[in-house]
């Protein structure tokens, strides 16, 4: 398998591992130095760093989840991501590569009501360790700004 | 035309105290529409931003009051002013952008033109074009967007429709006033906005912010983490007319045990059973004088200001309609911050917003309660945590004292105070 075709999957593992409710093994993908940081697309257009979650290590990603799994009240939901092709914006032999893709994420709640939760553009940076990739930065974007209803679910 | 002081309604109240609030005050079309005329456009204050948000002669930003749609902007001289974003002519929005910095502003439809002090500067072809159409005879000083009157207070911008409000330092008065120079008076520096949109009457929210009996209990990151509960020494403060309020608390001011035991025994609360693996999230740098590490006072009818330890901003509610609301909360450090201190700003704010560990439960909250009381055809709130009758203050939290305060002060301004309503 191609490098490329390593960092397609991961891209594809990271919507279906959250879709399936498995965030911890999600939190795996992330390499052991990492960030991820979900920012409106409003606030990232006027140069803004105000960002709606923000984390700068895998502890703070794990104690994101153990919040959410543990402590936190939010709406019962189900996600589903659909995310479009990767574009491969900087393969560099050595450092990290950089890819984009876009999102829509899909909310269905317990009565089987489905919405159309948020929309908005990946913003990745991969590394290889052991030779397989894994995220150092995901920075979300979420074009919808105004967040319906609450976030609790990483995106 | 209806008489003035006809609401076209009347509540009966169960008591006289507001500690039974009938369901159909949140649901019902009448109530919303009266809403805007005697509380958004009555004798109140209404946030429209921060000067930081507008710093040079020309910026912009758009706003609301209620759902009504308003221009806050810096003319060259560098006074702030604020109009209806409504074209004169035939109703169209005339901005269209969130912000921006401009030398007038013109409606798309029929190019009408006005200034930044919200004047009717312009109207094409008013003269008719070769001696034909045209309304040359047209006052353009008598017809231009309503516009607002503007204070602002440490930068921080109110307007109001009313000719008869009251001075802005009287209505904030000394406790709004101080608050309000507690946060913001030194240089800001804004981060950003954080948005949502909740699927609940507005009301709701408003008695979420002063209900500090639901904190712990809800938000039970603070209490599971071990950083923040009811045990510690804070209260509730409110003005003179108990229309504003503030909860607040003092850092590490309860005993391990004495907190241990008094969540004993209370479901789906347990105390420090979880230990954060970068507990750098929920440090506290001393920053005020006070001692306080959370303040949210909360100003009549829909803004507050927000520390929660280091995470600084507004948070202002935003009425769409009678069925939803956007929470507009916008957050800022100090402009002599240096780069650590804006860094450990920016991850601390984890805590609040659509995301927040101590504040993602009230969008589930609130729209729990809004879908489930709207089929409660004459059913009521219960309000009497801290007590009934006489609206005080108190020094502890476990209360929701001040949502009476709220809908006293609600009640009076809609002309539907029940006879002898506590005030």
């Known amino acids: 398998m191609s490098r490329r075709e390593a960092v397609r999957d991961l891209v594809v593992e990271y919507g279906a591992l959250i879709d399936a409710d498995r965030l911890e093994d999600w939190v795996e993908l992330f390499a052991s130095d990492c960030r991820y940081s979900v920012i409106s697309a409003e606030n990232l257009a006027q140069d803004l760093p105000q960002t709606l979650m923000a984390c700068d290590s895998k502890d703070m990603l794990r104690d994101r989840v153990t919040a959410y799994r543990e402590v936190n009240e939010y709406n019962f939901h189900s996600d589903r991501h659909v995310i479009g092709g990767v574009r491969f914006r900087d393969e560099s032999t050595g450092g990290p590569w950089r890819i984009e893709a876009n999102y829509s994420l899909f909310q269905t709640d317990v009565e089987g009501v489905t919405r159309l939760f948020l929309v908005g553009q990946y913003d990745m940076s991969v590394v290889f360790e052991d030779e397989r990739p894994r995220f150092a930065d995901v920075r979300v974007v979420v074009d919808t700004a105004s967040i319906p209803t609450l976030l609790a679910t990483p995106i | ?423």
């Open chain 2, 1 to 423: 035309m209806t008489l003035v002081n006809d609401p076209g309604f009347t509540v009966d109240w169960p008591r006289d105290d507001y500690s039974r609030i009938p369901y159909w005050l949140f649901h019902d079309p009448k109530v919303y529409e009266l809403e805007r005329a005697r509380i958004f456009r009555g004798p109140v204050w209404n946030y429209l931003g921060l000067e930081a948000e507008i710093p040079k002669p020309d910026d912009f930003r758009t706003t609301f009051v209620g759902d009504i749609p308003v221009v806050v902007a810096r003319a060259g001289d560098g006074t702030v002013h604020a109009f209806v974003n409504r074209c004169a002519h035939r109703g169209a929005q005339i901005v269209r952008t969130t912000h921006g910095s401009a030398k007038d502003f013109v409606c798309i439809y029929h190019r009408w033109c006005y200034s930044l002090e919200g004047d009717l500067i312009g109207i094409p072809f008013k003269r008719g074009l070769k001696g034909q159409g045209g309304m040359a005879d047209f006052d353009m000083a008598a017809n231009g967007p309503e516009k607002l009157r503007v204070a602002s207070l440490s930068g921080m911008i109110f307007g109001t429709f009313s000719a008869h409000t009251e001075p802005l330092e009287g209505y904030l008065g000394a406790f709004g006033c101080g608050l309000i120079e507690r946060m913001l008076g030194k240089p800001i520096r804004i981060y950003g906005y954080q948005r949502q949109v909740i699927h609940a009457n507005w009301k709701f929210y408003a008695e979420n912010l002063r209900d500090t009996y639901h904190a712990s209990l809800l938000h039970t990151f603070l209490s599971s983490y071990g950083i923040d509960r009811a045990t510690q020494k804070g209260g509730v403060k409110m003005d003179g007319r108990h229309r504003h309020s503030m909860n607040y608390a003092f850092a590490a001011t309860d005993g391990q045990d004495e907190a241990r035991a008094a969540y004993a025994g209370n479901s789906g609360v347990s105390l420090d059973r979880l230990k954060l693996r970068d507990g750098s999230l929920m440090r506290y740098v001393p920053e005020f004088e006070d001692g306080m590490n959370l303040a949210t006072p909360t100003f009549f009818p829909n803004v507050l200001l927000i520390q929660v330890n280091n995470v600084l901003s507004t948070r202002q509610i935003r009425p769409k309609g009678k069925d939803a609301f956007e929470v507009f909360q916008t957050l800022f450090g100090y402009a002599d911050d240096d780069e650590a201190m804006t860094r450990h700003r920016l991850k601390q704010s984890n805590l609040v917003g659509p995301a927040g560990y101590v504040s993602m439960e009230d969008g589930e909250a609130i729209e729990l309660a809004h879908r489930a009381s709207a089929s409660s055809q004459g059913f009521t709130s219960v309000i009497e945590m801290g007590g009934r009758g006489p609206i005080r203050d108190l020094e502890h939290r476990v209360t929701d004292v001040p949502v009476r305060g709220f809908w006293s002060y609600w009640s009076e301004l809609m002309g539907v105070e029940p006879v002898g309503g506590v005030r």
